[in-house]
C-alpha cells in the first residue's frame, strides 16, 4: 500500500521542523513563510517489535517493515481556495494525501514568527479548514449540476444527488464532511469524489520542550476542543525534542526519552494512530530469507491480503495457512504450531486479523 499523510498548517509551525524528525532527512527549515514551496516526501518504517521476535525466531537474513508516506506541504494562509500563497497548489498536494496531520502551534516564542501575529490554535485550525471547506464546497458546487443531468435518464443517480446536497449543505454550515453522518448507502454513492474535508485528520499540537508534561497547556486545550467537535483525532508532541531525539540511536534514544519523562517517542504516537485512523492493520510472512510487514486494511480477505504480496496470489489463491501472532511465539515454530493445532487452514472467506501469520498456497 503506498500510503501517504500529508503534514499541514500555517507557515512557521513546526511542520518542516516534526517532518525532518519523523523522517530522519533534513527538510529545510527557516523563521518566514513559504520556506516550503515544493512538497517534501519520505517513506517511513511502522516501528514494530513484534517483527523483530518473528525475525529472531525464524532467524530470518532481513526484516523489513511496513511503510508510511510523510508528506510536508506548504503553509497555507487565508484565501488558499482563491489562489492566494500557493493556494491552488497547496490544496492539489493534499488531495493526493490519504489522511492530514494538522500541525498546530501550541507554544509561545518572541523569536518565531507566527504569520496571524498571536498564537491561537483554535483559530489558526480554523483557517485552514474553512480554506478547504471552501474548495469542498467549490467543488460540489461544480458535481452537482452534472450529476443532476445525469439523474434525468439514470435512476440510480438520484440518491446520488440527495447525499452531495446533504454534503453541501454541512459545507455551507463551515463544517467539514468528517463530521457529517452517512449511511453505508450515501458513503458509497459518492465514492468517486476526493473530497479534502473527508478525510481522516490527526491534529498534532506542537508544545515547547519543557511542556510536554503540562497536562494543563491551554493551546492544548483548546486544540483538544477542535478535534473533539470535527470527530477527529488529537495528540501533543514537541517537535524541536523530536529532532533532537532523532539525532539518538539505540540506548541513547532511550535514556534522552526517560530522561525527558517519556516512554516513547511522538514518532511511534503519530504513526500508531495514523494506521488506526486509516483503518490499517498488520500481518506477517516469515521465512529464512525474510520476516515482512504487510499493510492491509481491516476486513480484507484472505486473497486481496495475498494480493499485497504479488497479483497472481491473489489471482491463483488456494488457501492460508494462518498463525496467530501469541500463538506463533509460543510455539517458537510452524511446524509446532501445527502439531499444537493453532495453525488454521483458511479460504477464500477469511478475515484477516492484525497479527496473522500467514503461508500462502497458490495454484
Known sequence: MNLKVGIVGLP??????????????QAEIANYPFCTIE?????????????????????????????????DIAGLVKGASEGQ????????????CDMILHCVRCF???DI???????????????????????????I???????????????????????????QKHLEDSQPLRSLSLTSEEVKSIKEYNFLTSKPVLYVG?????????????????????????????????????EELSQLSGDEAQDFLEMCGLTESGLNRIIRKSF????????????????????????????????????????QFIRAEVIAYDDFVHCKTRTMAKEKGVARTEGKTYVVKDGDVILFFHG
Open 276 to 315: 488506526e485512523l486509516l483503518g490499517l492493520i498488520t500481518y506477517f510472512t516469515v521465512g529464512e530469507k525474510e520476516a515482512r510487514a504487510w499493510t492491509i486494511r481491516k476486513g480484507t480477505l484472505a486473497p486481496q491480503a495475498a494480493g499485497e504480496i504479488h497479483s497472481d496470489l491473489e489471482r
Open 113 to 139: 514568527i507566527h504569520v496571524e501575529g498571536r498564537v491561537h490554535p483554535k483559530d489558526d485550525a480554523e483557517i485552514i479548514n474553512l480554506e478547504l471547506i471552501l474548495s469542498d464546497l467549490d467543488s
Open 206 to 242: 506542537n508544545v515547547a520542550e519543557n511542556d510536554i508534561l503540562n497536562p494543563s497547556n491551554p493551546y492544548v486545550k483548546a486544540l483538544e476542543e477542535v478535534a473533539k467537535l470535527e470527530n477527529a483525532a488529537c495528540l501533543t508532541i514537541s517537535a524541536k525534542l523530536e
Open 108 to 110: 509561545d516564542s518572541q
Open 141 to 167: 458546487n461544480s458535481i452537482i449540476p452534472k450529476i443532476e443531468k445525469v439523474a434525468r435518464s439514470n435512476k440510480e443517480k438520484e440518491s446520488t444527488v440527495q447525499t452531495l446536497k446533504k454534503m
Open 12 to 25: 512557521n509551525v513546526g511542520k518542516s521542523t516534526l517532518f525532518s524528525a519523523i523522517t530522519r532527512n
Open 39 to 71: 512538497p517534501n516526501e519520505a517513506l517511513v518504517e511502522l516501528p514494530d517489535s513484534r517483527l523483530y521476535i518473528l525475525q529472531e525466531l525464524a532467524a530470518s537474513e532481513r526484516r523489513i517493515h511496513a511503510t508510511i508516506t510523510f508528506v
Open 85 to 96: 500563497g500557493l493556494g491552488n497548489k497547496f490544496l492539489n498536494n493534499i488531495r493526493d
